[in-house]
C-alpha cells in the first residue's frame, strides 16, 4: 500500500556556548529546502513546527538524506556549522518519529590573518516524520459518478465523485 511521508522542522534546542542569538536554519530534505531565521538565546527550545516536504513510497522502511547547517549571523562574521545525516523512516508506524541532529557552531573570528575564538555552541535539531495512507484523488471526468472495484470481493461499485 503507498504511504505518504510528511517532514517537518519541530524543534531547536542551544546549548553550549552562546555565540550569539541571531540564528538561521537551513535544512535540505527530499529535495525540498526550509530556511528559518530565529532568535534563539542560550539554554533555550525555539519550537518551530514548520513543514518541509513530504513524498509517497511503497517502501517499508524509507531513507532520506538530510543537510542541515547552522548559521549565527553576526555583523562581521558569520558562525557556520554543519551535519550530514539520514532519515530511516519505518513506514509501518502511524505515530510520529523523531530524529535528531547535533549541529556544532564555532565561533570564529579573524582579522589580518589572526584567528581566535574558542566558544562552542551545539544546536539540536528535531525532524519529525508523519506517516499516513496515501490518498489519491480522482478526477471527475462527466457523469459525476466514479467506478470503483472493491478490494475484499471484486465487485464494482459507483460512487459520487
Same mark, same amino acid.
Given at each position: 500500500?503507498?504511504?505518504?511521508?510528511?517532514?517537518?522542522?519541530?524543534?531547536?534546542?542551544? $546549548?553550549?556556548?552562546?555565540?550569539?542569538?541571531?540564528?538561521? =536554519? /537551513?535544512?535540505?530534505?527530499?529535495?525540498?529546502?526550509?530556511?528559518?531565521?530565529? +532568535?534563539?538565546?542560550?539554554?533555550?527550545?525555539?519550537? =518551530? &513546527?514548520?513543514?518541509?516536504?513530504?513524498?509517497?513510497?511503497?517502501?517499508?522502511?524509507?531513507?532520506? /538524506?538530510?543537510?542541515?547547517? =547552522?548559521?549565527?549571523?553576526?555583523?562581521?562574521? &558569520?558562525?557556520?556549522?554543519?551535519?550530514?545525516?539520514?532519515?530511516?523512516? &519505518?513506514?509501518?508506524?502511524?505515530?510520529?518519529?523523531?530524529?535528531?541532529? +547535533?549541529?556544532?557552531?564555532?565561533?570564529?573570528?579573524?582579522?589580518?590573518?589572526?584567528?581566535?575564538?574558542?566558544?562552542?555552541?551545539?544546536?539540536? $535539531?528535531?525532524?519529525?516524520?508523519?506517516?499516513?495512507?496515501?490518498?489519491?484523488?480522482?478526477?471527475?471526468?462527466?457523469?459525476?459518478?466514479?467506478?470503483? =472495484?472493491?478490494?475484499?470481493?471484486?465487485?464494482?461499485?459507483?460512487?459520487?465523485?
Amino acid at each position: 500500500m503507498l504511504k505518504s511521508i510528511r517532514i517537518k522542522l519541530n524543534k531547536v534546542r542551544y $546549548i553550549g556556548d552562546s555565540i550569539g542569538d541571531d540564528v538561521r =536554519i /537551513e535544512i535540505e530534505v527530499l529535495d525540498k529546502f526550509l530556511q528559518i531565521d530565529k +532568535k534563539i538565546k542560550i539554554g533555550k527550545i525555539a519550537t =518551530i &513546527n514548520q513543514e518541509i516536504g513530504g513524498l509517497e513510497t511503497d517502501q517499508e522502511i524509507f531513507r532520506a /538524506e538530510v543537510l542541515i547547517t =547552522i548559521i549565527e549571523k553576526d555583523l562581521l562574521f &558569520n558562525d557556520i556549522g554543519s551535519v550530514r545525516g539520514n532519515l530511516k523512516i &519505518n513506514t509501518t508506524i502511524t505515530e510520529p518519529q523523531e530524529f535528531i541532529f +547535533k549541529v556544532q557552531g564555532k565561533e570564529t573570528r579573524s582579522v589580518l590573518g589572526k584567528i581566535w575564538g574558542k566558544r562552542k555552541a551545539y544546536f539540536e $535539531i528535531t525532524l519529525e516524520a508523519k506517516v499516513s495512507n496515501a490518498i489519491k484523488y480522482a478526477p471527475n471526468k462527466g457523469d459525476g459518478w466514479l467506478k470503483i =472495484i472493491l478490494q475484499d470481493n471484486g465487485k464494482t461499485e459507483a460512487l459520487p465523485a
